[in-house]
């Protein structure tokens, strides 16, 4: 970021002042949901799928600075966010996997079935113990399967995908259709072109990276409301998350239009603008489901 000695324009002053708000919001905004998930060893409540769309919207973004050469605290503040992002997604797997895992081994390792410290127990005991069968089923009759992990990771890694090959097709789709640069080279025998409207294509491609950031964001919500639908419940997930969240949304698009209205203005902002308020949408539906399935 470079500061110029002529007069600012007046809308400068309150944009930096609501960019702080902005940026305040958003570096706080996973620790309410980190810390419940950590109080209560579970993470049932947060859709794994929103925090994968998060981490790739965060690839895109870092990209997308760094090839349109943005100031290193820009840089800088996306991968800190990658890195948060990253931590609750690892925090949700371990406890949804691994930690519920040790807990159920545990549990079935009491003294009622007589198992000791590594040992296996026997097979029918432990479907039993996993599977609740009751006494009075049939002799023989096969227990019915455990309801495992492994299929709810394949569809969180599926929308992830679908969110990451959405975002190459829209970075594809912006870049084709954004006016491309001339074609000189600037060699010694190239005559010089008159001046265009055209973009470079270093910049094309970082409002492309954009584009598909923004995308990813707006559809990254859409899971977590689906799932708490479908347990008609939102415990386990901190309201916090989604406040901040609308925090930090809002204040970081009231930030870029304090400063000016004019559509030539604004125009490279579109993509970022989009990203932070239709998800707004999808979060007061969010925030509305709390008070829905509060009891």
Request: glycine share 8%; aromatic share 10%; net charge negative.
């Amino acid at each position: 970021m470079t500061f110029a000695a002529e007069e600012q324009p007046p809308g400068n002053a309150a944009s930096t002042i609501i960019g702080y708000i902005s940026l305040l919001s958003w570096m706080v905004v996973m620790f309410p949901q980190i810390y419940l998930n950590f109080r209560r060893k579970s993470g049932e409540g947060i859709s794994l799928a929103m925090t994968g769309a998060w981490i790739i919207g965060d690839l895109f973004n870092i990209a997308g600075a760094l090839m349109q050469g943005l100031v290193m605290s820009t840089i800088v503040v996306a991968s800190y966010f990658l890195l948060v992002d990253a931590t609750l997604f690892s925090q949700t797997i371990y406890y949804r996997a691994m930690y519920s895992a040790h807990t159920r081994v545990k549990d079935i390792g009491g003294d009622d079935i007589g198992v000791g410290d590594g040992d296996i127990p026997p097979a029918s005991d432990a479907s039993t113990a996993l599977i609740g069968h009751s006494g009075d089923s049939e002799a023989g009759a096969l227990p019915s399967p455990v309801p495992s992990q492994s299929s709810h990771l394949t569809n969180v890694l599926s929308f992830v995908l679908s969110m990451a090959s959405l975002g190459c097709l829209a970075a594809v789709v912006v870049s084709l259709t954004m006016p491309q640069p001339s074609g000189d080279d600037g060699g010694p025998h190239t005559t010089p072109s008159p001046p265009s409207d055209s973009l470079p294509l270093t910049q094309i491609i970082a409002q492309a990276m954009g584009t598909a950031s923004a995308i990813i964001y707006i559809m990254s919500y859409v899971p977590q409301a689906i799932q708490n639908y479908q347990r008609k419940s939102c415990e386990g997930l901190s309201m916090w998350l989604f406040l901040l969240s609308m925090l930090g949304n809002t204040t970081y698009a009231l930030a870029i239009l304090v400063v000016s209205l004019n559509p030539h203005y604004l125009a490279p902002y579109v993509p970022w603008l989009l990203g932070a308020l239709v998800p707004c949408v999808i979060q007061i539906a969010i925030l509305y489901q709390f008070q829905v399935y509060r009891h």
